[in-house]
Structure formats: structure tokens, C-alpha cells
């Protein structure tokens, strides 16, 4: 195929089309508009088949919750999370636009600030989620395929889905989502009789019910900043309920399936494995189900990455960067196999926590200047042409100070590992950082629109 056919401006005619993608962050004209909603379901319930669920299961127990209140955590936490990403992911129908170029309806030129922060957080997600693949591989094949070379394969095939693009991915999810169902399933069967569903929590107060509750929220808010991504090749005519209906089914449903069944086991681990990968093969007693857990493990990595890397593209495109959309895919890819080497030498278990805090404590504000931008535009689409010119930009000043002002505003709030703020210690622990930074933010981004127009239309 020539170089000119590979980098024009290439979109997928429909479902089941699995040329590259070339087309960018412009809005996607309605003549290319096409899918069934459903395959919202299973673009987000695939995903979060994968062991850093397991393992946040596990960590409301840490954290000194009984079986019933971390189910409760659990339930709560993927409500909020979860129905935070299906009302985003309305958007994407009505303007064509992914997730972050969408912001720039509201941050202007400013942008590139969540554009950067968002390009980076995707590959942070990736060396969370890859450290597990490359270790199911590793421990698959007895070792004989090391660290680095598993993890390798991991990111070749993730990469591979995502330079295809948009419909590659959803493709792959759609069918991944029955095996992995069927597979995981069948790890749940065999770990049943191994739950503690009396277990009691060794230190349960409010504190730590609401941090446990904002880590597993953390979980799915991540999913906010591409949450139209995956949606904006519908038809504008899809009615908004029915995309956050099948997108908050999807990803609600298998994050609380795989995160309280962390839970219910996490007694029955043995405590000198340090990474989930291990203790659910060691909990399995390996043989053909523990290889059943590997496999699933290893597609549901590539699953989760493939979108990480597709919604990096986007965000580097987004934040002004001119790459070629599968090029900037692979440029993640390839970083994230970078970062994932550097998670091996460090201490897991605080670095997945201080990761799920700290990558995404931005996302509350920026959620809300969203919400409430699409709210003073009435829903409407207006702009939207403009928005993949750079130039024609606006600065987006308001929005990036309302960003700055809920983030600032929230760090008292906070509690991580490595940094733990006067309001949440005097709270005993609880984390509230993202509802007063949603608050916040979102208050005072209207306040200077109000005040001082920067970006939405009369």
C-alpha cells in the first residue's frame, strides 16, 4: 500500500473495518457516523477484567474494612466513578469529538496542560496494567519467557490494536469481552469456596470506609477523560440515555465483579506475594485453571492498554502536538514499556495506590468545568468545527484557573501514601479530595463564564 494511501485521512466505514485509522481529532462528519450502541457495553466492560481490580479489592481490606462494608465501598465507589464516565461519554454522539479534543471547547488553547497531564496518566495506566500482563506470561510459561520479553509482547499487541484505531478496538473488545467473561467466570467458580464472606474488618471507621471508597471511584474516573473517545463514531440521533446506560453497565458491572472477588479471597493470599498475578495463580493451585487465569489475564491486559494507548493518541494530538495519530499511539506504547520496567523495581503495592490517587486527583475538577461548559452551551455542538485548529483556539484562561483553583483548594483533602492533608487527617483518613475539587472547580469556572466570556458561544 502506498505512503499517501496509509496517511490520508482514513476513517472506518463501519463495524468490522479494520483499516488504519488515520483520521485525527476533527469532528467525525456525520455521512462517517455509524455503530450499534451496545458495543458500548463491551468496549468498557472488557477492560476492567484485569488484576489491578483484583488487587484494589484486596486493598479495601488492607485498608481494615469487613467483607460487607468493603462490598458497600466497592458498590459506591463504582457508581460515582462509573456514572461520572457514562454522562461524559453522552457528549461524544452530539459533537463527533473524543474525550480531551473536546476539551478544547472549554480549555482553549490552555489545553495542553490536561492534554500533557492525560498523555502522560494514559502511560502510567499502561505500566500498571502491563506489569500484570508480562507476569502472566512469565509465570504461564514457568518462567521461560522473562519479565522483559513477556512485557514486550504485552505492548506489541496492545499497540497493534490501537495504531488500527477506533474500530480495531472496539472489534477486539466485543469478542473479548464473551471469552474473558467465560474464563473469568470459571476463575470465580474455583476461588468460591475460598471466600470469606464474614470477614471482618481490623480497624473499620468512617476514614477508612470513604479513602477505600475514593480509591475504588479513582478506579473507574480514570475512564473519564476517554469516555467519548469510544463513543464519537455514533450517530448524533443516539439517544443520550442509552449511551450511559450500556457505557455505566459496562464498566460498573466487571470492575465490582473482579474488585469483590479481591475482596472475599483476600484472606486466603498468601502474604509473601506481593502482586495479584501470583496470588490468584497461587490461590488457583496453578495446572490448567491457574493457566485459564494467566490467559485471561493476559488478554484483558491487552484489552485495557490497546485503549490507553488509542486515547493517548488523541490527547498528544489534542495538546497541539502534529504527529500522525497511529504514530502518536505507537509513541505510547512505547513508553509505556519504559515505565513498566521502572514498576518492577519499585515497591508495588504504594506505588499502585499513590498512582490511582495521584494521576487522578485532577480529574474531579476537570470533569466538572466539562459538564458545566456543556451545560452554559445548551448541548450544543456549536464551534465544534473549529475546534481541531489550534489557532483559532481561544486561550481557555477561565477554565485552566477554575482547574487550578478546585486542585489547589483540594490537596487539604487528600490522603496518599506519601502525602496525607490536615482536613483528611483530621477526618480520620477520609478522602474527599475529588468532591471538593468537582465543587469547586465547576463553581468557579461558571462564575468567571459568567463574568468574563472566554469560550462559549452567546
Not at 490536561?114 to 504461564?140: C, E, K, R
Not at 483476600?266 to 506481593?274: N, V
Request: with cysteine.
Amino acid at each position: 500500500m502506498a505512503v499517501e494511501a496509509l496517511t490520508r485521512d482514513t476513517m472506518p466505514s463501519g463495524e468490522g473495518d479494520l483499516s488504519i485509522e488515520g483520521h485525527g481529532i476533527e469532528p467525525i462528519p456525520a455521512a462517517a457516523r455509524y455503530g450499534s450502541v451496545y458495543r458500548l457495553f463491551t468496549v468498557w466492560f472488557t477492560p476492567n477484567l484485569v488484576p489491578a481490580a483484583f488487587a484494589l479489592g484486596a486493598l479495601c481490606a488492607i485498608l481494615g474494612l469487613g467483607f460487607f462494608t468493603g462490598l458497600l465501598a466497592i458498590l459506591v465507589g463504582n457508581v460515582i466513578g462509573g456514572g461520572i464516565v457514562a454522562i461524559l461519554g453522552t457528549i461524544g454522539p452530539k459533537v463527533g469529538l473524543g474525550q480531551i479534543p473536546l476539551t478544547r471547547l472549554s480549555f482553549g488553547k490552555s489545553i495542553v496542560v490536561p492534554g500533557l497531564i492525560n498523555w502522560v496518566s494514559t502511560i502510567a495506566w499502561d505500566a500498571i496494567n502491563a506489569f500484570f500482563g508480562a507476569y502472566a506470561i512469565q509465570v504461564l510459561t514457568g518462567g521461560a519467557i522473562p519479565f522483559p520479553v513477556g512485557l514486550l509482547l504485552v505492548i506489541a499487541c496492545q499497540a497493534g490494536l490501537s495504531v488500527v484505531g477506533y474500530e480495531a478496538i472496539h472489534t477486539f473488545e466485543k469478542y473479548a469481552a464473551i471469552v474473558l467473561a467465560i474464563l473469568f467466570a470459571i476463575v470465580t467458580i474455583v476461588l468460591l469456596p475460598k471466600a470469606n464472606f464474614g470477614m471482618a474488618g481490623a480497624g473499620e471507621t468512617l476514614g477508612t470506609f470513604v479513602l477505600a471508597t475514593t480509591i475504588v471511584g479513582s478506579f473507574n474516573l480514570g475512564w473519564a477523560l476517554y469516555a467519548s473517545d469510544y463513543s464519537r463514531y455514533l450517530p448524533a440521533s443516539t439517544p443520550s440515555f442509552r449511551v450511559a446506560l450500556f457505557a455505566f453497565l459496562g464498566i460498573a458491572i466487571s470492575a465490582a465483579w473482579i474488585e469483590l472477588l479481591g475482596l472475599a479471597v483476600f484472606g486466603a493470599t498468601d502474604a509473601t506475594l506481593t502482586d495479584p498475578v501470583h496470588q490468584i495463580n497461587a490461590l488457583l493451585g496453578g495446572g490448567i485453571i491457574g493457566a485459564v487465569a494467566m490467559i485471561a489475564i493476559f488478554f484483558g491486559t491487552v484489552a485495557v492498554n490497546a485503549m490507553n494507548d488509542y486515547s493517548g493518541s488523541l490527547s498528544l494530538l489534542a495538546a497541539g502536538i502534529k504527529v500522525w495519530r497511529p504514530v502518536s499511539a505507537l509513541i505510547v506504547g512505547v513508553l509505556s514499556y519504559i515505565a513498566t520496567l521502572w514498576l518492577y523495581q519499585a515497591n508495588f503495592n504504594n506505588t499502585f495506590e499513590n498512582y490511582l490517587l495521584f494521576i487522578t486527583y485532577w480529574i474531579g475538577p476537570w470533569s466538572a468545568i466539562v459538564l458545566v461548559d456543556w451545560q452554559l452551551r445548551k448541548h450544543s455542538a456549536a464551534g465544534a468545527d473549529h475546534v481541531s485548529d489550534f489557532s483559532l483556539l481561544p486561550s481557555g484562561r477561565n477554565a485552566l484557573i477554575a482547574l487550578a483553583v478546585g486542585f489547589i483548594v483540594s490537596i487539604p483533602f487528600m490522603d496518599a501514601t506519601v502525602f496525607v492533608g490536615p482536613v483528611a487527617t483530621a477526618l480520620g483518613g477520609a478522602d474527599i479530595a475529588y468532591v471538593i475539587g468537582f465543587i469547586v472547580s465547576g463553581a468557579a469556572y461558571w462564575l468567571l463564564e459568567r463574568r468574563s466570556p472566554s469560550s462559549v458561544p452567546a
